[in-house]
Every structure is written in C-alpha cells, then in structure tokens.
C-alpha cells in the first residue's frame, strides 16, 4: 500500500476524514478492501480452535479497542487479559441468546398467558441449560477468571425473566380489568346494602353505603380517565393499588370460601 500522507501520519488532530488522505492511498484501498472481504476470501475465523461468531468477534473488538486506547504499546499480559475477557463475554451473551429464545417459545408474544408457577418452573430449566452451555463453551482464563462472569450471566438471566414476568402479566385479561371489576363489585355490593338497611329503617347505614357506592362509581369514572388519557398516572397507579388490596384481602377469600 502507498503512504496515506503525511497529514495522516503526523498530525496528531486527524480523524479519519478521507479528504485529508493522499487520493493514490484510496484508490489502493478500493483494491484491497475487495481482496480481503469479498465472500469467496474470506475464512472463518478460529481462536483457540473454535469458530468465532460475529457477535464473539465485536467483543473481542471492544476489548481490544479498550487496552489500545492508551498512548503506549499493551503488554502481552494484558493482550492475553483483554483476550480472555473477551472469550468469556461472548459466552456469557451466547447462553443468554439461548436463554432468550427458549423463553420465547415458552411466553413469547405469540403465546397465551402461563401461571406464574408454570413460568417460573420453564425460568428454572431454561436457566439451567443456558448455565450448562456457558460452562460447556470453551473459555479462556481459567475457572476461577470465568466464575466472575458466570455470576454475570446469572444476574442478566434474572433481568431477562423479570422482563418475560411483566409480558406475562399483560396477557392476563383478568388483571387488566381487576380494578373496574373491583369497583363494580363493591357498587353492587354498597348498591344492595343500602337498599336493605333502607327497608329495615336504618337509614344511617343505608346513607353510608350510598356514599360508598358514590365514591366507588367516582373512582370508576376517575380511573377510566386516567386509563383513556394517559394523564395523572400516579393516581391511576394508587387506584390499581387499592383494587389490588380490595381484591387480595376481601373479594377473593370469598370467593375462595363461596367455591369450597
């Protein structure tokens, strides 16, 4: 290849532009750049006998990148170190790859909503092959170097599974109509109260179930707001908590008891 030029080789403010290297150092380089990435010459590219994928060769890029970053040469100690490091990231994002994919056969966007139980269960098994894998890929660094990052891959796991957890949810129908469900019921509820201690005479009880069946209906009409609009989120949010509340203390021990 023919010198870039010395605006290229000197000046310590160049920044790649092309306009600043020599027009003959270009026209070479459309040669060269064919030559080496053309499909039919290009080799796959091994490191300690295994195939290097693109994903496990950026990795490598960025750690090589990093310790060049400096203005003297790295030891060869810390090439080997980057080396390492890098190997052992593109395993960790590997297993992680298939730990992705096989939750999303499992819960993906295409599948219906799974009990929590059984979520949890597939989140066990497929956590434990995707931990299998990184520890059947060939590492450099030795055990004790790659333990750090299987610790790594545990905590990206969980990240991943808290992700899958609230897609789950949004398939629960149920859920997502809990709140108005658990207004209606206490309107009804507060509705009939108030009609039958109007019938018996005490109009003191029945007054203060009309106004809880005021309030509730308030409630409803507040939240259908918020849910339409998009405004006051934190209130909607405080609703959906005392629904939630509603739910779990009194609806569903009911309910539970009203089945047995």
């Known amino acids: 290849m023919p010198h870039p030029g010395l605006n290229v080789a000197t000046n310590p403010l160049f920044d790649g532009r092309l306009a600043e290297i020599e027009s003959e150092f270009r026209s070479q380089l459309k040669i060269l750049v064919p030559l080496l990435l053309s499909p039919e010459n290009l080799v796959r590219k091994e490191i300690d006998g295994q195939k290097v994928t693109c994903r496990e060769l950026l990795e490598y890029f960025k750690a090589y990148i990093k310790i060049y970053q400096g203005d003297q040469l790295p030891e060869p100690k810390s090439m080997l170190q980057a080396t390492a490091e890098a ?13 992705v994919q096989e939750m999303e056969k499992v ?16 989140h066990e098994r497929v956590k434990s092959c995707s931990l299998q894998t990184f520890r059947n890929t060939r590492k450099m660094g030795g055990t004790e170097f790659s333990s750090q990052y299987e610790e790594r891959l545990l905590h990206e796991l969980d990240d991943s599974f808290s992700n899958f957890v609230k897609h789950n949810e949004g398939k629960n129908v149920f859920k997502a109509f809990r709140t108005p469900a658990v207004l209606f019921a206490v309107i009804i509820v507060s509705y009939v109260l108030s009609g039958l201690f109007g019938f018996l005479g005490l109009y003191a009880f029945a007054n203060i179930f009309n106004l809880k069946m005021g309030i509730a209906l308030l409630t409803l009409c507040l939240w259908s707001y918020v849910r339409y609009s998009g ?5 909607g949010s405080q609703i959906d908590l005392f629904a939630t509340v509603v739910w779990e203390k009194f609806l ?3 309910i539970g008891r009203a089945h047995v």
Not at 87 to 99: I, P
Not at 231 to 235: A, G, H, K, S, T
């Open 87 to 99: 190997n052992n990231l593109a395993a960790v994002a590997n297993s992680k790859d298939f730990y």
């Open 107 to 122: 819960c993906g966007g295409d599948k219906p909503y799974l009990s929590h139980k059984k979520l949890e269960e597939d």
């Open 231 to 235: 405004d006051m989120r934190e209130i």
């Open 252 to 254: 569903k021990p009911e």
